[in-house]
C-alpha cells in the first residue's frame, strides 16, 4: 500500500473516489504481486488489455528484440517499417477480404477518431448517430459519440450533428439517414455494463446503413482480439463492417491501435489535403512486434476454443442470492448486484482477498469480469471462491 501523501499521479482519481492505492511492482500471467510479495488475482486485465496475461514471454521476447532493432523512425509513407507491414498482414489474415487496409495509433480514443474522420471524408457527410451509454473514449471526437451525458457536461461544446440512439432497439435505428457518415456502435456495449445485442439488430443495422449510404463503424475496443471468443466480436452477427477500430489487447500489454477499412475508403486520406491524419508513434515498431506475438499467442495457444467454456464456469460458480444477473459476451463479463451501495463493499473486500474487480463507468451496480483469457478452470475456481466469500463477508 502506497500512501495519499506518497502519490504524485492526481489523475488516478479521474474515474473513482476511492482509489485503492495498492502499488504493484511485478505481473505475470493472472497474478499482480504488490511490494510486499502479495499476488493478487487481475480480473480485470486493463478491461482485456493482458488477454495473452501479463508478460507473456512470447510477446515480451518480441519487445525486446525489437527495441535492439530499431525503436522509432519518423516517417511520413516515404518508409515501411518491416513490423507494421508483417502485423498489418497478421491482422488482414483475421478479417473479411473487403477490410484490407490498416491505419496505426496508439490509443482507442485515436482510433475512433481517426475512423470517425474517415467517414466524413469518404462520404462528405458530417453527422453521426452513435448509442446512449456507449464508451469511445476521452478525446473530443470520441466524447461526442459517447453516450454518457454526465462525463460530457463539462465539456461543450463537442461536435455538432450526433444523435444517440437506444443500443439494440431496431426501430430506432430509423434515425440513420442520407445524412449520416456513419453509425459508431461497440459489437458488446462495455462500459455501458456488458449489453450485448442480437444478431437481428446488428443485420438490421447493416442493412440501414447499406439503404442510406452510412458507413458503419464497429468499436472492437473492448472485444477485439478475441475477448468474446470469436478473434472480432461482429463475428458473432455475420456482418461486414465498414471500418472497426481495435486497440486494448491489440498490443498484449503496449500500446497500439488502429481502424481499419476497405483501401478504397482508405485512399481518400491520399487526396489533398494530404495531411488529413497523421501521428507521430501510431504503430511504433515495438508496439507492432508485441502485437504481432500476441496474434500468434492466440492462435497457437487455441485461446479462442477455450472462451464460452471458461465463461460458462464462471456463471456456473457465481451463484448467490445477492447476484441478480450474469451478463457476458464470451470472457466480458458483468455481475449485476442491487446497487453500487451494495456492489461497492464487494469489490474492496475482494481486494482485501487478492482478486482485483471494479465497475463500468455507465454502469455502478455491475462487477466487472475481464480476466487474461489465459486464465485456468483451476484459477476460475480460485477467483470465484474468493468472490463468493467477499459477497458474503462484505
Ligand atoms: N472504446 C471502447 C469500447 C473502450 O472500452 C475504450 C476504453 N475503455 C475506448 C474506446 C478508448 O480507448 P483508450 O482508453 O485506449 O483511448
Redesign the pocket.
Known amino acids: 500500500m502506497i500512501s495519499q501523501r506518497q502519490l504524485f499521479l492526481n489523475h488516478l482519481a479521474q474515474t473513482t473516489d476511492f482509489p485503492l492505492m495498492l502499488e504493484i511492482t511485478r505481473a505475470s500471467g493472472i497474478y499482480m504481486y504488490t511490494t510486499d510479495g502479495q499476488a493478487i488475482i487481475d480480473l480485470i486485465s486493463g478491461?482485456g488489455v493482458s488477454n495473452v496475461g501479463h508478460c507473456h514471454p512470447n510477446v515480451v521476447n518480441a519487445v525486446k528484440k525489437q527495441a535492439e532493432t530499431y525503436m522509432h523512425l519518423m516517417v511520413y509513407g516515404e518508409v515501411v517499417q518491416t513490423p507494421q507491414n508483417q502485423l498489418a498482414q497478421a491482422i488482414i489474415n483475421t478479417l473479411p477480404s473487403s477490410l484490407d487496409n490498416i491505419f496505426f495509433m496508439n490509443?482507442?480514443?485515436?482510433a475512433?477518431e481517426g475512423a470517425m474522420k474517415l467517414a466524413k471524408r469518404y462520404t462528405g457527410r458530417a453527422e453521426f448517430v452513435a448509442c446512449h451509454n456507449a464508451?469511445?473514449?476521452?478525446s473530443h471526437g470520441?466524447m461526442s459519440v459517447g453516450g454518457s451525458e454526465e462525463f460530457k457536461t463539462k465539456y461543450r461544446p463537442l461536435l455538432p450533428g450526433i444523435r444517440h440512439v437506444q443500443f439494440g432497439n431496431i426501430d430506432e435505428l430509423r434515425h440513420i439517414t442520407t445524412h449520416t457518415a456513419a453509425f459508431v456502435v461497440?459489437t458488446v456495449q462495455?462500459?455501458a455494463g456488458i449489453r450485448v445485442g442480437t444478431k437481428e439488430y446488428f443485420q438490421a443495422l447493416r442493412q440501414r446503413c447499406n439503404e442510406t449510404g452510412t458507413l458503419l463503424i464497429l468499436?472492437e475496443?473492448?472485444t477485439g482480439f478475441g475477448r468474446t471468443g470469436k478473434f472480432w466480436g461482429f463475428e458473432h452477427y455475420d456482418i461486414v463492417p465498414d471500418i472497426i477500430?481495435c486497440?486494448?489487447g491489440m498490443g498484449g500489454g503496449m500500446p497500439i491501435?488502429a481502424f481499419i477499412s476497405s483501401k478504397d475508403k482508405m485512399a481518400v486520406f491520399k487526396n489533398n489535403p494530404i495531411l488529413g491524419h497523421i501521428s507521430t508513434f501510431g504503430g511504433h515498431p515495438v508496439s507492432c512486434a508485441a502485437s504481432l506475438a500476441t496474434i500468434q499467442t492466440i492462435q497457437e495457444e487455441g485461446l479462442l476454443d477455450e472462451v464460452a467454456q471458461k465463461a460458462q464456469l464462471f456463471k456456473t460458480l457465481l451463484v448467490h442470492p445477492k447476484i441478480k444477473q450474469i451478463r457476458n459476451k464470451g470472457l466480458l463479463m458483468a455481475v449485476e448486484f442491487e446497487s453500487f451501495e451494495i456492489l461497492k463493499p464487494i469489490i474492496d473486500k475482494a481486494m482485501e482477498l487478492g482478486v482485483l474487480t471494479d465497475w463500468f463507468l455507465n454502469c455502478d451496480n455491475s462487477l466487472r469480469i475481464a480476466p487474461p483469457l489465459i486464465i485456468t478452470e483451476e484459477q476460475i475456481r480460485d477467483a470465484c471462491k474468493l468472490l463468493l466469500q467477499a459477497i458474503e463477508e462484505a
Not at 490509443?107 to 485515436?110: A, I, P, T, V, Y
Open positions: 478491461i490509443s482507442g480514443s485515436e475512433i464508451y469511445h473514449g476521452s470520441a461497440e462495455g462500459e468499436d475496443i473492448q477500430t486497440a486494448k491501435s
